[in-house]
Protein backbone atom coordinates (compact mmCIF):
# COMPACT_ATOMS: atom_id res chain seq x y z
CA UNK A 1 0.00 0.00 0.00
CA UNK A 2 1.63 3.56 -1.06
CA UNK A 3 -1.34 4.95 0.21
CA UNK A 4 -0.65 6.58 3.84
CA UNK A 5 -4.64 7.85 3.98
CA UNK A 6 -4.99 6.13 7.20
CA UNK A 7 -2.54 8.38 8.70
CA UNK A 8 -4.23 11.49 7.56
CA UNK A 9 -7.82 9.31 8.63
CA UNK A 10 -5.90 9.44 12.64
CA UNK A 11 -4.86 12.75 12.35
CA UNK A 12 -8.39 14.43 11.48
CA UNK A 13 -9.93 12.48 14.41
CA UNK A 14 -7.32 13.84 16.39
CA UNK A 15 -8.10 16.96 15.60
CA UNK A 16 -11.24 16.55 16.31
CA UNK A 17 -11.18 15.33 19.73
CA UNK A 18 -9.00 17.98 20.78
CA UNK A 19 -11.22 20.47 19.36
CA UNK A 20 -13.95 18.95 21.15
CA UNK A 21 -12.48 18.76 24.64
CA UNK A 22 -11.03 22.21 23.75
CA UNK A 23 -12.04 24.64 21.15
CA UNK A 24 -9.49 27.11 21.39
CA UNK A 25 -6.61 24.56 22.10
CA UNK A 26 -5.26 24.91 18.65
CA UNK A 27 -5.68 28.72 18.68
CA UNK A 28 -3.75 29.43 21.10
CA UNK A 29 -0.83 27.04 20.11
CA UNK A 30 -0.39 28.75 17.43
CA UNK A 31 -0.28 32.13 18.71
CA UNK A 32 3.16 31.85 21.37
CA UNK A 33 5.32 28.77 21.88
CA UNK A 34 7.02 29.19 25.20
CA UNK A 35 8.24 25.66 26.90
CA UNK A 36 10.68 26.09 30.06
CA UNK A 37 12.51 22.60 28.58
CA UNK A 38 14.53 20.83 26.31
CA UNK A 39 14.68 17.60 25.64
CA UNK A 40 17.85 15.53 23.85
CA UNK A 41 16.22 12.18 23.42
CA UNK A 42 16.94 9.26 21.51
CA UNK A 43 15.48 8.97 17.92
CA UNK A 44 13.79 5.71 19.12
CA UNK A 45 9.94 5.45 18.12
CA UNK A 46 9.07 3.95 21.71
CA UNK A 47 10.44 6.93 23.63
CA UNK A 48 8.11 10.12 22.71
CA UNK A 49 8.88 13.00 24.99
CA UNK A 50 5.91 14.70 25.48
CA UNK A 51 3.96 10.87 26.34
CA UNK A 52 6.33 9.68 28.36
CA UNK A 53 6.10 12.98 30.73
CA UNK A 54 2.80 13.87 30.28
CA UNK A 55 2.61 17.18 28.72
CA UNK A 56 0.50 18.46 25.82
CA UNK A 57 2.34 19.72 22.84
CA UNK A 58 3.80 23.35 23.28
CA UNK A 59 5.09 22.33 26.41
CA UNK A 60 8.86 20.68 25.64
CA UNK A 61 11.19 21.76 22.63
CA UNK A 62 12.56 18.76 21.40
CA UNK A 63 15.83 17.07 19.75
CA UNK A 64 16.50 13.96 18.96
CA UNK A 65 18.83 11.26 17.50
CA UNK A 66 20.57 8.09 17.58
CA UNK A 67 21.37 7.66 21.19
CA UNK A 68 20.96 10.84 22.05
CA UNK A 69 24.17 11.79 21.55
CA UNK A 70 25.46 15.88 21.37
CA UNK A 71 28.60 16.55 19.77
CA UNK A 72 30.16 19.62 19.30
CA UNK A 73 30.72 19.21 15.66
CA UNK A 74 27.07 18.82 15.70
CA UNK A 75 25.46 22.58 14.26
CA UNK A 76 22.24 20.79 13.93
CA UNK A 77 22.13 20.10 17.94
CA UNK A 78 23.81 23.34 18.95
CA UNK A 79 21.40 24.94 16.57
CA UNK A 80 18.90 23.60 18.79
CA UNK A 81 20.07 24.45 22.02
CA UNK A 82 20.99 27.79 21.03
CA UNK A 83 17.08 28.30 20.22
CA UNK A 84 15.77 27.08 23.18
CA UNK A 85 18.43 29.13 25.04
CA UNK A 86 18.75 32.61 23.30
CA UNK A 87 14.78 32.82 21.65
CA UNK A 88 12.86 30.38 23.66
CA UNK A 89 14.80 30.79 27.41
CA UNK A 90 13.76 27.77 28.31
CA UNK A 91 14.88 26.57 31.84
CA UNK A 92 15.88 22.85 31.91
CA UNK A 93 17.89 20.91 29.33
CA UNK A 94 16.78 17.44 29.87
CA UNK A 95 19.33 14.49 27.87
CA UNK A 96 17.68 11.35 28.04
CA UNK A 97 18.32 7.97 27.03
CA UNK A 98 16.94 4.78 27.57
CA UNK A 99 17.64 1.31 28.11
CA UNK A 100 17.75 -1.19 25.81
CA UNK A 101 19.22 1.44 23.13
CA UNK A 102 20.23 -0.15 20.06
CA UNK A 103 22.41 2.44 19.70
CA UNK A 104 24.49 1.78 22.28
CA UNK A 105 24.06 -1.82 21.67
CA UNK A 106 25.66 -1.37 18.00
CA UNK A 107 28.43 0.61 19.46
CA UNK A 108 29.32 -2.48 21.78
CA UNK A 109 29.40 -5.20 18.92
CA UNK A 110 32.15 -5.57 16.92
CA UNK A 111 30.42 -5.60 13.30
CA UNK A 112 30.86 -3.06 10.99
CA UNK A 113 27.21 -0.55 10.57
CA UNK A 114 27.90 1.43 7.79
CA UNK A 115 27.98 5.49 7.85
CA UNK A 116 26.39 5.13 11.36
CA UNK A 117 29.57 3.87 12.13
CA UNK A 118 30.95 7.37 12.27
CA UNK A 119 28.38 8.55 14.62
CA UNK A 120 28.41 5.56 17.46
CA UNK A 121 31.92 6.12 17.45
CA UNK A 122 31.40 9.07 20.21
CA UNK A 123 29.59 6.12 22.00
CA UNK A 124 32.74 3.75 21.83
CA UNK A 125 34.32 6.80 23.38
CA UNK A 126 31.73 7.35 26.04
CA UNK A 127 33.07 3.23 26.68
CA UNK A 128 36.42 4.14 26.74
CA UNK A 129 36.24 6.65 28.97
CA UNK A 130 34.75 5.24 31.22
CA UNK A 131 36.39 1.53 30.83
CA UNK A 132 37.23 1.78 34.63
CA UNK A 133 33.70 1.62 35.72
CA UNK A 134 32.90 -1.07 32.67
CA UNK A 135 35.53 -3.85 32.48
CA UNK A 136 34.51 -5.61 35.39
CA UNK A 137 30.87 -6.02 34.14
CA UNK A 138 29.37 -7.80 31.39
CA UNK A 139 25.96 -8.40 29.41
CA UNK A 140 22.75 -6.75 30.49
CA UNK A 141 24.69 -4.69 33.23
CA UNK A 142 27.10 -3.75 31.20
CA UNK A 143 24.93 -2.54 28.32
CA UNK A 144 22.70 -0.70 30.72
CA UNK A 145 25.48 0.82 32.67
CA UNK A 146 26.82 2.56 29.18
CA UNK A 147 23.48 3.45 28.18
CA UNK A 148 23.85 5.44 31.84
CA UNK A 149 27.58 6.51 31.46
CA UNK A 150 26.34 8.29 28.21
CA UNK A 151 23.68 10.13 29.05
CA UNK A 152 26.21 11.30 31.92
CA UNK A 153 28.93 12.04 29.26
CA UNK A 154 26.50 14.07 26.95
CA UNK A 155 25.22 16.47 30.12
CA UNK A 156 28.68 17.36 30.53
CA UNK A 157 29.18 18.27 26.57
CA UNK A 158 25.27 20.01 26.51
CA UNK A 159 27.79 21.74 29.40
CA UNK A 160 30.93 22.62 28.01
CA UNK A 161 29.12 24.00 24.90
CA UNK A 162 29.38 27.91 24.53
CA UNK A 163 26.33 28.25 24.53
CA UNK A 164 25.28 27.07 28.12
CA UNK A 165 28.85 28.18 29.53
CA UNK A 166 27.60 31.91 28.00
CA UNK A 167 24.54 31.64 29.61
CA UNK A 168 26.02 31.07 33.09
CA UNK A 169 28.06 33.93 32.26
CA UNK A 170 25.36 36.42 31.85
CA UNK A 171 23.49 35.20 34.65
CA UNK A 172 20.81 32.90 33.43
CA UNK A 173 19.45 30.93 34.89
CA UNK A 174 19.59 27.56 33.39
CA UNK A 175 19.80 23.96 34.47
CA UNK A 176 20.76 20.36 32.43
CA UNK A 177 19.67 17.43 33.74
CA UNK A 178 20.72 14.00 32.98
CA UNK A 179 17.88 11.57 32.74
CA UNK A 180 17.20 7.52 31.43
CA UNK A 181 13.86 5.74 30.35
CA UNK A 182 13.00 2.05 31.10
CA UNK A 183 10.99 1.26 28.32
CA UNK A 184 9.75 -2.28 30.25
CA UNK A 185 7.78 -0.04 32.87
CA UNK A 186 7.66 3.23 31.21
CA UNK A 187 9.41 4.77 34.16
CA UNK A 188 12.38 7.74 34.27
CA UNK A 189 15.37 7.62 36.70
CA UNK A 190 17.30 10.71 37.18
CA UNK A 191 20.94 10.13 37.23
CA UNK A 192 21.27 12.30 39.79
CA UNK A 193 23.80 14.65 37.55
CA UNK A 194 22.38 18.03 37.37
CA UNK A 195 24.29 20.68 36.63
CA UNK A 196 23.47 24.54 37.11
CA UNK A 197 26.73 26.55 37.15
CA UNK A 198 30.11 26.64 35.18
CA UNK A 199 31.60 25.79 38.41
CA UNK A 200 29.85 22.51 38.91
CA UNK A 201 31.79 21.53 35.91
CA UNK A 202 34.99 22.43 36.47
CA UNK A 203 34.60 21.11 39.97
CA UNK A 204 33.56 17.68 38.14
CA UNK A 205 37.05 18.04 36.19
CA UNK A 206 38.88 18.22 39.56
Request: with cysteine; proline share 0%; charged share 25%.
Given at each position: MNSLQHLLENNLNWANTITEEDPEFFSSLSKQQSPEYLWIGCSDSRVPANQI???PPGEIFVHRNIA????????????????????????????CGHYGC?????????HEHG???????????????????????????????????NVIEQVTNVCNTNIIQNAWKNGIELSVHGWIYNIENGILKDLDTSITSAKQIEEKRL
Open positions: IDLNVVVHTDLNCLSVIQFAVDVLKIKHIIVSGIQAAMDDLIDNWLRHIKDVGRFYADKLNNLEGDEKFNRLCEL
